[in-house]
């Protein structure tokens, strides 16, 4: 069982930054692979960012409308995932959600078996 809590959203003009956190419970963190995701209101959640777990940890992966904006890190001693986010747009507004998975497809939100419950980022124009 894993429980996931993330903090770290709020509002933000366009072309600022936030630093979103999630903190992980248990002691198998470090197997997991975990993810970003996001939705806004009236869409699907989507992917946003993820990091392997396991043996080959640290492979990170970026949806196309983040890569070169958003970093995503670990640090498996503080069971912590962090997705830092620079030059903020309008639309990246929408609620962040991270999530713990054992699956090597860590694009697909069905994969996902663990889920925090949120954080909103608004970015203003």
């Known amino acids: 069982q894993v429980q996931l809590v993330e903090s770290g959203g709020g509002l933000v003009q366009t072309g600022g930054s936030l630093r979103l956190s999630c903190a992980a419970s248990g002691r198998t963190f470090s197997s997991y692979s975990m993810g970003w995701f996001r939705q806004a209101p009236g869409k699907e959640r989507e992917f946003v960012a993820a990091?392997?777990?396991?043996?080959?940890?640290?492979?990170?992966y970026y949806a196309d409308s983040v890569k070169g904006r958003f970093t995503i890190s670990r640090d498996n001693a503080k069971n912590t995932v962090y997705l830092q986010m620079n030059s903020l747009k309008p639309e990246d507004t929408a609620v962040y959600y991270c999530?713990?998975?054992?699956?090597?497809?860590?694009?697909?939100?069905?994969?996902?078996?663990?889920w925090g419950q949120g954080t909103q980022v608004t970015v203003s124009s």
């Open positions: 999530a713990a998975t054992r699956s090597i497809m860590v694009r697909t939100t069905s994969n996902y078996g663990y």
């Open positions: 990091i392997s777990g396991g043996w080959s940890g640290g492979s990170t």
